[in-house]
Structure formats: structure tokens, C-alpha cells
């Protein structure tokens, strides 16, 4: 069984990954398993340009196939935001539920609240092929938080078609439904193609 990389240091991400890549028979390790510790810049504009830069540094440096995602939640009546900008949305020094407050403040007195989770996940191997994937997850923003699972904006966005926060779903609910989820099956097909 071929070994891949994680380009992530993201342990939900790492979790919810490796969870999902294991039913497909894909054996994934962190890049801490290799020993990787480099910095990757996250200058890309597209979810797409940042999933590459991460798989790339990572490929190169462990010499092994890397997966890399890129991904987040875009807002409708935010014309987009905070998109690629999800993990520093309100400035770096925020945690999840800062960062969440902070969205909501921005969103208060809209009626429009549609949003979608959106992930690109990449595949480099070494000799330099690229296999590409995208999952989106459709719901609305809540007015405030609910539920414990999950990170980052989990607890205020709603499933449609649920009536749960992604917070409020079960790992094995949130794998079949995410945005992630879609994209790590629609990658697999692709891998076994």
C-alpha cells in the first residue's frame, strides 16, 4: 500500500483525513510521522493555488506522494469572505471561537445568511503528477453557536437539509456530509483511476 503525506499540521484536519482515506485503503501519515517541520506561505488568492503550494513543499521535502487540502467558508452576504482568508478572518491572533464571534458580528441584522464550506484537495507525487478534487457543503449561518464537535466555524454553520450545526454532527455525519469529505472521495476515484 503506497504511503501519503498529509501536507497539514492541522489536527482536525489530520483526524477528519486520515478517517476518511483509511475506509479507501490509503495509508496517510502526518508530516510529523516524516519528520517534517517547514513553514509553508499560504500566498495563493484561490483555495486551488494553496493546496498546491503546500503539497508541493511538502512532496519535495519528504520525497514522498503529499496530500494537501485548502479550504473554507465562504459567505454569501459577505461577497465571498472570508474564503481563503478563513484561518486568519479577524486577524492571526484569534482562536476558532474569536474568529466565529467575529463572522457573526460582521453578519448581524442580515437576513441573507447562506454560506458554503469549500475544500480543493491535491495530490503531488514525486515525478510530478497532480490529481486535483473539490467538495462544497451548502448550509447558512446561525446566530449563534451550536454544538462541540468539529473547529473552526463548525458551530455556526448549519447543514442544509440537517437542522444541525456542523458542530452537532457526529464525525461520522460530519465525513459523509463535509465539504472535505466530498472532496477526499472524489480524490480517491481519482487515485484509483
Given amino acids: 500500500m503506497a504511503k501519503y503525506v498529509l501536507a497539514t499540521d492541522n489536527q482536525g484536519k489530520i483526524t477528519e483525513m486520515r478517517d476518511i482515506l483509511a475506509g479507501f485503503g490509503v495509508d496517510v501519515v502526518s508530516r510529523k510521522d516524516v519528520g517534517i517541520d517547514i513553514e509553508i506561505a499560504e500566498t495563493g488568492t484561490t483555495f486551488m493555488e494553496n493546496a498546491m503550494l503546500k503539497a508541493e513543499a511538502v512532496c519535495k521535502a519528504s520525497g514522498l506522494p503529499a496530500v494537501a487540502d485548502d479550504s473554507g467558508l465562504t459567505v454569501d452576504a459577505l461577497g465571498g ?31 441573507q445568511r447562506g454560506a458554503k464550506f469549500v475544500c480543493t484537495i491535491v495530490c503531488i507525487y514525486p515525478d510530478g503528477r497532480v490529481i486535483s478534487a473539490e467538495g462544497e457543503c451548502h448550509g447558512e449561518l446561525l446566530a449563534s453557536p451550536r454544538g462541540t464537535g468539529g473547529f473552526g466555524y463548525d458551530p455556526v454553520f448549519l447543514v442544509h437539509g440537517t437542522g444541525k450545526s456542523m458542530a452537532e454532527l457526529s464525525p461520522e455525519e460530519k465525513n459523509a456530509l463535509s465539504h472535505r469529505g466530498q472532496a477526499l472521495r472524489a480524490l480517491v476515484r481519482e487515485l484509483r483511476n
Fill in 81 to 111: 469572505e472570508p474564503g481563503v482568508y478563513s484561518s486568519s478572518y479577524g486577524g492571526q491572533d484569534l482562536n476558532d471561537s474569536e474568529r466565529c464571534d467575529f463572522l457573526l458580528k460582521k453578519m448581524e441584522n442580515m437576513e
